[in-house]
């Protein structure tokens, strides 16, 4: 009986253990940052200015906005939750060029040049610096809302209550709460989660035309995930663009990836709302 009592002592403080763990890691978890020195010099081949928007709080939140000489509108785009501009820049370049639209893109609290205490309505909040400085310079009907992975997230937020030509989701997940299941299944999310991202609510306001981008083999955001938002999504206009074996962060490397971006971009005027 005594071995029992201690069996079950051990299981019970095993189990406090882990939510004192999630409690206090979740956000490395989360967000796996990354800083740059406010000095970090960024090249590029397109024509690009330095971002640095002041929030509520006080925080400055850093992007960058690449530009085209005639461009067909400009694409917001929230990144995922590893690296920073020095490397996402890269790849809003790309878009930019390749695509001829102006790209805003934003580095979240605590990466990169960014920076601010974090907290989750302070996050979503800073999205909307760089949607209202994009409605600034273009009209909502030239603004595409891009979000990959975490960036989802934010991107939904800002369609929910914005308006926009569209909005583009790759590799997102419905909610932070069913990716963590899988891993902690035992423990009770619900109410331990700081960042409840919740793009599968966030969808159902969303009237935008909707288009989502996801590998039938992604191990860290499961192929489902974009099946159940596409089934959730309000929009009148909606479609899943399906990466046949592609994984989480090898779409690019897909002509399939590409094929979705040209009809979803070259074509966007005629979804204009």
Not at 38 to 53: I, K, M, N, P, R
Not at 125 to 144: G, P, R
Not at 162 to 188: C, H, I, M, N, Q
């Amino acid at each position: 009986m005594r071995q029992v009592k201690r069996i079950g002592i051990a299981i019970i403080a095993i189990y406090l253990l882990s939510i004192g763990m999630l409690l206090n890691f979740q956000e490395k978890i989360l967000f796996q940052s990354e800083t740059l020195s406010q000095d970090h010099v960024f090249t590029s081949s397109v024509a690009f200015e330095e971002l640095y928007l002041k929030a509520e709080d006080d925080a400055i939140i850093h992007g960058l906005h690449y530009k085209q000489a005639m461009p067909k509108g400009v694409i917001l785009y929230f990144h995922g939750n590893a690296r920073t501009l020095e490397y996402w820049g890269k790849w809003a370049e790309q878009l930019s060029e390749q695509y001829n639209y102006d790209v805003v893109i934003m580095d979240y609290r605590g990466y990169g040049k960014s920076i601010g205490k974090r907290s989750y309505r302070a996050m979503l909040n800073d999205a909307f610096l760089f949607y209202n400085y994009c409605q600034a310079k273009f009209s909502t009907e030239e603004i595409v809302i891009f979000g990959r992975s975490l960036g989802g997230a934010f991107a939904t937020h800002v369609a929910q209550q914005k308006e926009a030509r569209l909005l583009l989701l790759e590799s997102t997940f419905t909610s932070v709460y069913d990716v963590g299941k899988t891993r902690f299944w035992f423990l009770p999310l619900k109410w331990l989660l700081k960042y409840p991202f919740q793009n599968d609510q966030n969808i159902q306001n969303i009237a935008l035309p909707t288009y989502i981008i996801h590998g039938t083999e992604d191990g860290v955001v499961p192929y489902e995930h974009s099946q159940q938002l596409l089934e959730k999504a309000r929009a009148s206009t909606k479609k899943l663009y399906t990466i046949n074996e592609g994984l989480h962060n090898d779409l690019i490397s897909y002509p399939a990836y590409f094929n979705a971006l040209n009809e979803i971009l070259h074509d966007a005027a005629r979804y204009s709302n």
